[in-house]
């Protein structure tokens, strides 16, 4: 029975896990792009809303 080849190094693996657990932060704060798709595309979603909410009043 053949095994198949890791699509990344057993060393690499370990190295990201142990990168991410030394972050402490929140959990969906921890990559790079985290930040913008937790934090800024919500608070513009919630702008637009409230921009256009006020537009209709006009």
Do not use: C, N
């Not at 693996?13 to 919500?42: C, E, M, N, R």
């Not at 702008?47 to 209709?56: E, G, K």
Request: aromatic fraction near 14%.
């Amino acid at each position: 029975m053949t095994t198949e080849t890791p699509f990344r190094p057993r060393e690499k693996l370990i190295d990201h896990q142990k990168y991410f657990q030394s972050i402490h932060k929140h959990t969906y704060l921890k990559g790079p792009l985290d930040k913008v798709t937790s934090v800024a595309i919500p608070i513009a979603f919630r702008s637009y809303l409230t921009v256009s909410y006020w537009a209709r009043d006009l």
